[in-house]
């Protein structure tokens, strides 16, 4: 069938008036840091040899590694030597990992510590198991607020505002709207039997992520098989002490391994979304919320402190690892972010999901296109960016008033904000006018200055669409690193909060990249400071704001690592809700 047509974009006629060779070009640059050795490093760190630096580089063009190696050394040192360290640790972090959600969530479902004493005792020990509506994440557990509806009138005033045609003002909307995108954020992290007990849930999605590392054959691995076999021998005493059920310690290391789906297990489906609407008929807000940077992934961590990008024409540069996870690209194989990205000013946009008209092509008409082009294979129904835009453009057809939010925290909030700058360059024109907001917390930068203009053009006017929350001394909104001539800039709107959540309407927060001696100081006083609010603020404030043992502990591993302990939830929840009065203007519903 013939695609449908529409009134060209300011964008579309830009593409189109220029030379469509331009479109062809394909300039990016891979930092791999398993590509050298140590003394390729050292030559690199000491001497400053470029030579020894462009081992650990990749690029469409010599000339783009001698320069970026010299120009912006420190940088990829930065990026190569944190990399290498959780490379390092990546699978003591999954362990460490497996072993914590088990038993944080082992001490939860049975009452805590006294509780699991007890039911050891009577032989009742309750097992849990992943994919479980009572199975709550490590991000869970450090804070466990989870209730979308604090403010009780939030969807009536919502509802209000849109139907009344009304800017959401601070008292209508605003603070109202943060609120629900901050606990969505969060929930993001959980499952999906976790998530459908919460609001109006549409679709929840384990999708693709570009950059694939499978752990093929896990369980032949020593480290693991050792860990499996002390687990064994403790179940195995328990067992014979307790009138369990579970009569052999195989058994119940069946159901350890259920829990985690370790025999089969594959980190490929690694980049999670929901979506949600505030009711299930006639709806008014559409909520996508990105799942975030997991405490214990290599592989997340990685990507926040990659320095890789591929550079589209009249766009920009951008992070080559947020363009993997919303499965847009593979940086094995360059050409696949080609053929997503740049080919949005030839038959490919139109061909597969039209020109932008929420009407225009059916899914039967898209599939039939994606059959035609090799380069969009079936993992293509199963990536998030492609996932998410057909499901959401049903439900704009569906509810006709009905506007969307994009939310996320952490990774998941460079992904909200890349998802609208991939509709934008698709030319999806009718979906991002029923853009309502775009808001992110503790996001790293997503590309450079151009791509910052780009979308400010497209997010600001005639009313702010991005806001941009950073809290205090979080060390994931300074990544990837800037400086006044590095290619990695913030946009939109920064609303910053300081440790006693004090708000401030800024460009950029404060120690944008945390060198010095003096930020490092002032990061590690913050850290003493918020670890004694930690123990007075459930009396200060209310119950509600009363830290887990959990967060205490992060806390206190936060005296170490003050910017990594800055990032979690619990801080930007508490912003939010504590924060001052804002004035920010916000989008028209």
């Not at 039997?193 to 054959?217: A, E, P, R, T």
């Not at 940077?293 to 540069?317: Q, V």
């Not at 039209?354 to 990536?383: A, H, P, Y």
């Amino acid at each position: 069938m013939a695609a449908a047509t529409s009134t060209p974009t300011e964008f579309e006629e830009n593409s189109n008036d220029d030379d469509k060779s331009e479109m062809n070009i394909t300039n990016y640059l891979i930092v791999r840091p398993e590509k050298g050795g140590i003394l390729d490093l050292l030559r690199y760190l000491v001497w400053a040899d470029i030579g020894s630096g462009v081992k650990f580089l990749e690029s469409s063009e010599e000339g783009i590694m001698g320069g970026e190696a010299a120009d912006h050394r420190w940088i990829i040192l930065v990026s190569i030597i944190v990399r290498k360290i959780i490379s390092l640790f990546g699978k003591p972090m999954e362990y460490t990992g497996f072993v914590a959600d088990f038993f944080l969530n082992l001490l939860f479902q049975n009452g805590g510590i006294m509780g699991l004493l007890l039911n050891f005792l009577q032989g009742k020990v309750v097992t849990p198991q992943r994919d479980t509506e009572t199975f709550i994440s490590t991000i869970g557990h450090l804070d466990g607020r989870m209730d979308l509806y604090r403010d009780e009138n939030l969807l009536e005033q919502l509802d209000n505002s849109v139907s009344a045609e009304k800017i959401a003002t601070e008292e209508i909307g605003n603070r109202a709207l943060m609120d629900l995108c901050i606990m969505a954020s969060k929930l993001a992290y959980e499952n999906a039997k976790v998530v459908q007990s919460i609001m109006h849930f549409v679709d929840f999605y384990n999708c693709w992520n570009g950059k694939q590392h499978i752990l093929n054959g896990v369980m032949e691995d020593l480290e693991l098989c050792q860990l499996f076999s002390w687990f064994k021998k403790i179940m195995f005493l328990y067992l014979v002490l307790s009138k369990n059920p579970l009569r052999s310690s195989d058994q119940v290391f069946g159901a350890f391994s259920s829990c985690y789906g370790f025999i089969d297990f594959q980190k490929e489906m690694s980049t999670q979304v929901f979506i949600l609407c505030d009711k299930p008929k006639d709806a008014n807000l559409i909520l996508i919320s990105f799942r975030g940077t997991e405490p214990f992934d290599a592989d997340d961590w990685g990507t926040d402190f990659d320095y890789s990008w591929y550079e589209i024409p009249k766009l920009g540069r951008v992070h080559m690892g947020f363009l993997e996870a919303l499965g847009l690209g593979n940086r094995a194989d360059t050409t696949t972010f080609h053929n997503h990205l740049q080919m949005m000013s030839t038959s490919f946009n139109h061909g597969y999901d039209g020109s932008g008209s929420l009407s225009s092509n059916t899914d039967s008409d898209m599939e039939e296109n994606v059959g035609r082009k090799k380069f969009l294979s079936e993992k293509v129904k199963k990536t998030a960016y492609y996932a998410v835009r057909k499901k959401l453009k049903s439900m704009l057809m569906e509810h006709k008033n009905a506007k969307f939010v994009v939310t996320g925290h952490s990774l998941g909030g460079a992904l909200a904000v890349l998802f609208p700058t991939v509709l934008v360059l698709h030319q999806q024109t009718d979906v991002m006018n029923r853009l309502l907001g775009v808001y992110t917390f503790g996001q790293p930068r997503i590309g450079n200055l151009q791509l910052a203009k780009f979308m400010e053009a497209r997010l600001k006017y005639p009313v702010p669409k991005y806001f941009r929350v950073v809290y205090s001394h979080d060390l994931v909104p300074r990544l990837p690193c800037d400086d006044k001539t590095f290619l990695y800039k913030h946009f939109g709107v920064c609303l910053y909060y300081n440790s006693l959540y004090v708000e401030q309407k800024l460009d950029e927060e404060p120690d944008p990249n945390f060198y010095g001696l003096r930020s490092v100081v002032l990061a590690h006083l913050n850290s003493v400071w918020e670890l004694i609010r930690s123990f007075v603020v459930g009396y200060t404030h209310g119950p509600m704001y009363k830290e887990s043992w959990f967060m205490v502990f992060a806390r206190i591993m936060g005296l170490a690592l003050p910017g990594i302990a800055a990032h979690c939830p619990t801080d930007y929840v508490n912003s939010v809700r504590l924060g001052k009065e804002r004035v920010v203007r916000m989008s028209s519903f």
